[in-house]
């Protein structure tokens, strides 16, 4: 695992699944790790174990802009930078079809999966412009690169939205040394699997992509020189179909 001593690492969605594991593995790799989610007891239990000073927990929900702000600037001022961002916080609801989403949960989606990506990241680029270093982060998905009917089409739209965000970041601000991934999942064994009209055996879930997968693509694309960019990496299944 590559030294990542020091480094101020943010992630979003980090009480769990791929969040919890990415940021628990950063930590052990030596950063000083924000862990952001929405439910306090959540991030509480995922930092239980781990040193004080480097595991630190910021309840957030990360469509909340004006919160954003000011919890971001908190990290600024604390430790004078933002190395890495990684933009984890996503989710999806049951009805996912175009005729049977609800506008509510559309923006909801929305709200969350690309407008709180939007909102980390216009956060930490003045700590990064200043820098003149940084690595964003976006998990997005392969329905962010093909429309799936499974995911619906708020999950499918957001998810292409923030490919589209990370090309934006590395067109517009590679000169100040900031460069953006979007890491793009097929079928990922986490919580929000639940969360689909029939959720998949225990059987299928062991034969997809799990969180340790996630995390290890997320760290070595950290572990990169700050002048080397994967601006998308797939990664998916052995039995997903994708060509």
Same mark, same amino acid.
């Given at each position: ?145 093909? /429309? ?7 999950? =499918? #739209? ?5 490919? !589209? *965000? $990370?090309?934006?970041? %590395? ?34 879930? /062991? ?7 996630? =995390? #290890? ?5 950290? !572990? *990169? $020189?700050?002048?080397? %960019? ?14």
């Amino acid at each position: 695992m590559a030294d990542f001593q020091n480094k101020v690492v943010i992630v979003t969605g980090a009480g769990s699944g791929m969040g919890l594991q990415i940021a628990r593995d950063f930590v052990e790799a030596g950063a000083i790790v924000i862990f952001m989610g929405r439910r306090l007891d959540a991030l509480k239990d995922a930092v239980a174990d781990l040193p004080e000073d480097r595991a630190i927990v910021r309840p957030l929900d990360v469509s909340d802009r004006a919160t954003v702000g000011e919890i971001v600037n908190e990290i600024i001022v604390k430790f004078d930078r933002v190395d890495i961002l990684v933009n984890n916080a996503g989710l999806n609801t049951q009805a996912r079809g175009i005729g049977d989403i609800k506008p509510e949960d559309w923006d909801y989606v929305i709200n969350i999966n690309l407008t709180g990506a939007f909102n980390m990241t216009r956060s930490v680029l003045p700590a990064m412009r200043s820098q003149q270093d940084g690595l964003i982060i976006n998990i997005s998905s392969t329905a962010g690169v093909r /429309a799936s009917q499974m995911a619906g089409a708020a999950y =499918s #739209a957001s998810k292409h939205a923030m490919v !589209s *965000l $990370s090309n934006s970041i %590395n067109l517009e601000e590679w000169e100040n040394g900031i460069r953006a991934t979007a890491i793009c999942p097929g079928e990922v064994n986490t919580p929000i699997l639940d969360k689909r009209a029939q959720p998949p055996s225990d059987e299928r879930k /062991a034969q997809m992509v799990q969180v340790e997968d996630i =995390s #290890a693509t997320v760290m070595y694309v950290a !572990s *990169l $020189s700050k002048f080397a %960019n994967v601006p998308m990496l797939v990664i998916k299944p052995t039995y997903q179909t994708y060509s």
